[in-house]
């Protein structure tokens, strides 16, 4: 049996799902927490903020109750609270809550067809009446913009590169990078 649209949207997703995931791996306890650029995005922060997006759009949208109080509704909270993790969460916590919205996520494919509709709530009302294609979508891009930001974090602390240790998507381990990152800068030194 061929894939169906549907399962190809949600295997685009997982396979960027499982990129944020390894982006932790390897990675100390202070290193994966602490701002790494001038917004004070950090990798265990980025995983925190894609489970939050999937239970709002793949739960909320589609009629269900989150199945975790909603940080939103809260008294108090600030803005940036799902892109931080505070110290007495741990990395497990964090990857437990983005594998809980994922698995609603996947109750949510498994109830709905692509052009099923859902209402994104916090969206404008003009706007705010979609699919579900539109949302695997929308969650698809948020999830791999999220991602590439991580592979630049990641590879400012240790150099680790990629999509997936099993198949990097870049030129081999033998690649004579020194020659490639002076040719860049040699191009760019002209414009200096």
């Known amino acids: 049996m061929s894939e169906t649209p549907k399962d190809m949207l949600v295997r685009y ?20 927490r602490r701002p790494l650029v001038q917004s004070g995005s950090n990798l265990l922060g980025i995983v925190k903020h894609l489970a939050y997006c999937e239970f709002g759009y793949f739960t909320q949208t589609f009629g269900r109750e989150l199945p975790v109080p909603d940080l939103w509704s ?6 940036h609270d799902d892109l931080w993790v505070p110290a007495d969460e741990s990395r497990q916590d964090v990857i437990d809550f ?3 919205a994922q698995a609603e996520a996947a109750r949510t494919f ?27 979508v929308h969650m698809s891009v948020e999830t791999a913009r999220h991602v590439g930001q991580m592979d630049i974090m990641r590879e400012s ?3 680790a590169i990629g999509m997936r240790p ?10 004579d990078w020194p020659a490639y990152i002076a040719k860049v800068q040699t191009a760019a030194e002209r414009f200096r």
């Open 13 to 32: 997703l997982q396979t960027e799902r499982d990129a944020a995931l390894w982006k932790l791996e390897d990675v100390s306890e202070y290193d994966v």
């Open 74 to 79: 809260q008294e108090g909270v600030d803005p």
């Open 98 to 100: 983005y594998r809980l």
């Open 110 to 136: 498994a109830e709905h067809e692509l052009d099923s509709e859902g209402r994104v709530p916090w969206w404008p009302e003009e706007r705010a009446t979609v699919t579900l294609h539109h949302i695997l």
């Open 157 to 159: 602390l240790d150099g």
């Open 166 to 175: 099993e198949g990097l998507n870049l030129p081999d381990d033998d690649y």
